[in-house]
């Protein structure tokens, strides 16, 4: 049974976030503070792929194939025609998160966060619906700020869940007026079961959130979220991949930030992209981490009988 260890002491998160404020790729530095508190990123990510590969997910063979490669800061915007430099970010703590961390330092930790049980998994009740950001989750993404100012997005893709939206319009604050922020249901996180990952009534949404586009959601109630049914990793592998080879694909813009989740984004990295060798650019996403990757589009050339 795994336990879901993506979330630190408020000390060490704070720790993490000043660290890898300058950071254009922040894996190591998040690693760095992330192992003094006794959680090991490496080995969760070990575990992940082993729990992916159990359900099946790393068994697809995708007819569009995606290679992803580190963004190196100061490179060049890529020009190719199938080619997209997007900034994924992960959202900043939010209350789903804290509550997680201080019922283990309260000594009653959660050790399923599929358990039903709302007494044993705070995940499931009705209270963190769309569960927005913490102080801490704000002040993250603030200091995300300096490093996003240093990215020229054409467009920024959401989440519809408050946590990312709030996400986005803080560290790529620089960009509201100018830019279009645009949510998507296809990258938001774990569909079913989890009620943070249940969204709120879109019109409740569009009225905090008036500068973002809404027209490829899903309508006013949530109707992707189930609450007895999760989503199996073999689909959200196939809703990531939706997302980027029917959207992200063919969009005009060659540089796009996507604000989203940790689980999704590992999912992705690691059923659906082609890393290489890059275990770092596979692994887990810090809280409010920007990871800049090159997507490379190509055509399966399978041979024709």
């Not at 619906?129 to 993404?141: A, I, K, M, N």
């Not at 319009?169 to 960009?175: P, V």
């Not at 989890?194 to 959601?217: A, Q």
Request: hydrophobic share 35%; net charge negative.
């Amino acid at each position: 049974m795994l336990v879901a260890p993506a979330f630190l002491s408020l000390s060490t998160i704070q720790a993490v976030a000043r660290t890898n404020a300058r950071c254009i790729t922040t894996t190591r530095c998040t690693q760095n503070a992330a192992a003094s508190a006794g959680f090991n990123p490496k080995r969760h990510s070990d575990e992940l792929r082993a729990w992916l590969t159990k359900h099946g997910a790393l068994d697809t063979d995708w007819p569009i194939k995606i290679r992803a490669e580190r963004y190196v800061e100061g490179s060049p915007r890529p020009t190719e025609a199938n080619k997209k430099l997007i900034h994924f970010q992960r959202h900043g703590q939010g209350y789903h998160n804290l509550i997680y961390v201080l019922m283990a330092e309260q000594g009653n930790a959660v050790e399923d966060i599929y358990d039903t049980d709302p007494k044993k998994n705070p995940f499931v009740r009705p209270e963190l619906v769309d569960s927005p950001l913490t102080s801490l989750g704000r002040e993250q993404c603030l200091a995300k700020r300096e490093l996003a100012q240093k990215l020229n997005p054409e467009l920024i893709v959401v989440s519809p869940l408050h946590r990312a939206i709030q996400t986005a319009q803080l560290t790529f604050a620089d960009c509201l007026g100018d830019v279009r922020f645009v949510a998507h249901d296809l990258c938001r996180e774990e569909l079913g079961l989890l009620v943070c990952n249940k969204r709120r009534p879109l019109s409740e949404t569009i009225r905090e959130f008036p500068h973002v586009e809404f027209s490829l959601t899903s309508g006013e109630e949530d109707s992707l979220w189930q609450p007895d049914e999760r989503e199996s990793p073999v689909d959200k592998s196939k809703r990531i991949y939706g997302f980027l080879t029917n959207y992200i694909q063919h969009l005009p813009e060659r540089e796009i930030a996507v604000v989203g989740h940790s689980a999704y984004f590992f999912n992705m990295c690691n059923t659906v992209l082609d890393c290489g060798d890059d275990e770092e650019l596979a692994s887990w996403f810090g809280t409010s981490e920007i990871r800049s990757m090159v997507l490379s589009f190509s055509e399966d050339k399978a041979e024709e009988s």
